[in-house]
Nanobody
C-alpha cells in the first residue's frame, strides 16, 4: 500500500512559478515509478511528467516543468516555471509499483496509487 499526499498548489500569475510536493509512504520513491498528472475542469486527467531511471514530460510542459525526487525525504517534486493560464488544473501525484523494463507509464491506467490532488490556478 502506498499513500501519496500532494501539497504546494495555489494561485499564481502567468509567468510565475510553483513547486508541488508529493509525500509518499509505504514504498520508497526511488523504488517505484512516480508521475504527475493534471485534470482541468471538464477535461480528462492527462499525463504531465514521470520519473524512473530518467524523466519524461508531455510536450506542453517540457522546458518549463521539472520533476525530481528526494530519496532521503521520500518526496517527489514538480517545479513549474513560466506558468500559463492553460496550466490551471488539479495536479495529482501517482505511483506505479509495476515493472516497466521498456519504458514508463504515461496513461492513468499505468498507475496503482493516487494522491488527493492539489489545485493550481494561473491567472492571466
Amino acid at each position: 500500500q502506498v499513500t501519496l499526499v500532494e501539497s504546494g498548489g495555489g494561485l499564481v500569475q502567468a509567468g510565475g512559478s510553483l513547486r508541488l510536493s508529493c509525500a509518499a509512504s509505504g514504498r520508497a520513491v526511488n523504488n517505484v515509478v512516480m508521475g504527475w498528472f493534471r485534470q482541468a475542469p471538464g477535461k480528462e486527467r492527462e499525463f504531465v511528467a514521470v520519473i524512473n531511471w530518467s524523466t519524461y514530460y508531455t510536450d506542453s510542459v517540457r522546458g518549463r516543468f521539472t520533476i525530481s525526487r528526494d530519496n532521503a525525504k521520500n518526496l517527489v517534486y514538480l517545479l513549474m516555471n513560466n506558468l500559463k493560464p492553460e496550466d490551471t488544473a488539479v495536479y495529482y501525484c501517482a505511483a506505479s509499483v509495476r515493472a516497466w523494463p521498456n519504458g514508463v507509464p504515461r496513461t492513468t491506467s499505468g498507475y496503482d496509487y493516487w494522491g488527493q490532488g492539489t489545485e493550481v490556478t494561473v491567472s492571466s
